[in-house]
């Protein structure tokens, strides 16, 4: 088994372009979240999902979008990059109960935007 | 905003001595959790206690948690080189959950 995986692992955009990470995960989990962690810093939850269909608002939700059309499947969005959102991109899964478990993450992707 | 407040920031000691890094959080919670991160990889969940728990082991880690001064401390024994790595705490919120909240992290280094 996979786990979870991220695509890609590292990218360099230019200021206003667009691009989407894929997170993957095999586990059947119904709990996935999208973090970005900074130099130095923790992790910021960008948005989350807890089921197919159904998403919601992180603590730093601006500039990105997400789609959870497949349980299997959690999208991330940047519709117009920014040099602020140069950073390390987590994805992680959860089981259900509540989200209040054990997560699972990706091994992230790099992206640098200049 | 981060619940979740790790103290020391950074520390250094010698392979062979005991590791202790404390995490201070806000609200009331359902769990806390500690994670480990290696350099440019993912977390990986290291222990989770509950808020009617003390105390839980795992293999070389040990974890206390004290509600009433909403503080938890991770205690690493015997580190070892591959023990180098930064250590998060995560709050799971008693009210709202669905997601954890971290800490900024400790960054531990193991020196031979």
């Known amino acids: 088994n996979a786990g979870v995986t991220q695509t890609p692992k590292f990218r360099v955009l230019k200021t206003g372009q667009s691009m989407t990470l894929l997170c993957a995960q095999d586990?059947?989990?119904?709990?996935m979240y999208w973090y970005r962690q900074d130099p130095g810093m923790g992790l910021r939850l960008i948005h989350y999902s807890v089921g197919e269909g159904t998403t919601a608002k992180g603590e730093v939700p601006d500039g990105y979008n997400v789609s959870r059309l497949k349980k299997q499947n959690f999208l991330l969005g940047l519709e117009s990059a920014a040099p602020s959102q140069t950073s390390v991109y987590f994805c992680a899964t959860a089981r259900g109960t509540g989200g209040w478990g054990e997560q699972f993450f990706g091994p992230g992707t790099r992206l640098t935007v200049l | 905003s981060q619940q979740g407040e790790e103290d020391p920031q950074a520390l250094s000691i010698q392979e062979g001595e005991n590791a202790t890094m404390n995490c201070s959080y806000k609200t009331s919670i359902n769990n806390l959790q500690w994670y480990r991160q290696n350099s440019g990889r993912g977390l990986v969940h290291l222990i989770l206690i509950r808020s009617n728990e003390r105390e839980k082991h795992s293999g070389r880690l040990r974890v206390t948690l004290d509600t009433s001064k909403k503080s938890s401390s991770l205690l690493i024994t015997a580190s070892r080189a591959a023990d180098t790595a930064s250590y998060f705490c995560a709050t799971a919120p008693f009210q709202g959950a669905q997601k954890l909240v971290f800490g900024q992290g400790t960054r531990l280094t193991i020196n031979p």
């Open positions: 586990m059947n989990h119904e709990y």
